[in-house]
């Protein structure tokens, strides 16, 4: 069964194959405080391993724009993916979004990651707009009532 499960510090070991393996130490750090606190620049904003069984197979962030929207950015390794995890952990995700009192959720999803625009279709968001973000990224802001 799929679980949602926060991170820790010593955690670091099983984010090889995501971008988390790239972080320096002192970006672990900050991200591991920052998660725990629940606050990342006085807004919410929690880190989720995403377990099957023991087997640790991604992560998912959330983050709170403002009182009511919160974006949910799942990432799930390589080898464990068109399985349907990314599904059902951004479901879970939403779920405790909800429950915290959020009401409206919001992903950034950049043009060509079709797998990501299928993800959240699948999910019942809705496109709202198009734009190029600041690193000239052609981007789509899709959106869903929790």
Not at 11 to 30: A, V
Not at 50 to 78: M, N, Q, R, W
Not at 86 to 96: C, D, G, N
Not at 125 to 146: G, W
Request: glycine fraction near 4%; include cysteine; aromatic fraction near 12%.
């Amino acid at each position: 069964m799929l679980k949602l499960q926060a991170i820790q510090y010593q955690d670091r070991e099983l984010m090889r194959d995501t971008s988390f393996e790239t972080m320096t130490n002192e970006e672990w750090e900050k991200m591991i405080f920052e998660s725990t606190a629940r606050s990342h620049d006085h807004r919410y904003f929690e880190v989720f391993l995403v377990t099957e069984g023991d087997t640790v197979v991604g992560f998912v962030s959330l983050y709170a724009h403002s009182p009511h929207i919160i974006s949910c950015g799942p990432e799930i390794k390589p080898q464990y993916r068109r399985l349907g995890y990314a599904y059902q952990a951004e479901s879970l995700a939403l779920k405790i979004s909800k429950s915290l009192g959020y009401t409206i959720a919001a992903a950034y999803i950049k043009e060509n990651n079709s797998a990501s625009i299928r993800l959240h279709e699948k999910l019942g968001f809705e496109q709202d707009s198009a734009f190029v973000n600041e690193h000239n990224n052609e981007m789509r802001l899709y959106i869903k009532a929790l």
